[in-house]
């Protein structure tokens, strides 16, 4: 059964430090990864997207990589702002047909001024 | 329009109500999904609607009642609830993987915030 796990589960950082978050799974038989942010209470907001043949996808500051083949991927955000503060979700969706995402349980980042 | 809408955004019911949750989106997906999230836990599959059928129901109890009317459409209707399932519910759409359509990104929505007293 594939299982997703997310370090650090909170990460405390000062404004404008580059900062790095795991996310790694059981089974490297996935489909694609998804890293989504949510806001207390909110909603999931979906950041990136990496299909199973690729390895990194970027959007802004955001760099996301995959290394399908030891169950990895990183969250890479530059020069973090306090607006980053929020809990960041990653998710695999297995290769199996008739299954969707799993989610690993999060990482809070608290960006302070 | 790139959204999932909720509604209702809040919701506080009885246990002997019975309510129900809503979803719609306009993107022309054909994948539907309802997620269980509870205060600082990963969402939780419920079901999935491929094609306006149920394609997987993770052994949900059966007082939530998934429906989906059209391919726009998905309820969620609820009757005779326990306060444990006071959580936000989630709404997301997708197109389907076989279809091989697009990057199959899950598109959220903000959720229904259900409170059972």
């Known amino acids: 059964k594939q299982e997703v796990t997310q370090i650090p589960a909170a990460l405390s950082v000062p404004e404008g430090e580059n900062l790095v978050l795991n996310c790694s799974f059981t089974d490297s038989a996935i489909y694609n990864l998804q890293w989504f942010r949510q806001d207390p209470g909110k909603g999931l907001t979906s950041l990136l997207l990496?299909?199973?043949?690729?390895r990194e996808q970027t959007s802004g500051r955001l760099n996301a990589s995959l290394d399908k083949s030891s169950g990895r991927s990183t969250l890479y955000i530059a020069a973090s702002q306090p607006g980053d503060s929020a809990t960041y979700l990653c998710a695999v969706r297995p290769n199996q047909a008739g299954t969707a995402l799993i989610f690993g349980k999060g990482t809070t980042l608290s960006v302070s001024s | 329009d790139t959204e999932v809408t909720q509604t209702p955004k809040h919701l506080v019911m009885g246990m002997t109500n019975k309510k129900s949750l809503k979803c719609e989106q306009h993107?022309?997906?054909?994948?539907m999904y309802w997620y269980k999230q509870k205060a600082k836990k990963p969402p939780e599959l419920m079901f999935v609607y491929s094609y306006e059928k149920l394609s997987i129901n993770e052994s949900v109890p059966s007082r939530f009642s998934p429906e989906c009317p059209n391919s726009s459409l998905l309820n969620l209707h609820l009757h005779a609830l326990q306060p444990e399932d006071s959580a936000l519910y989630l709404c997301a759409s997708s197109h389907p993987r076989r279809g091989g359509l697009g990057a199959n990104v899950l598109t959220f929505g903000a959720g229904s915030r259900l409170t059972v007293l």
């Open positions: 990496i299909q199973s043949s690729q």
């Open positions: 993107m022309g997906h054909r994948a």
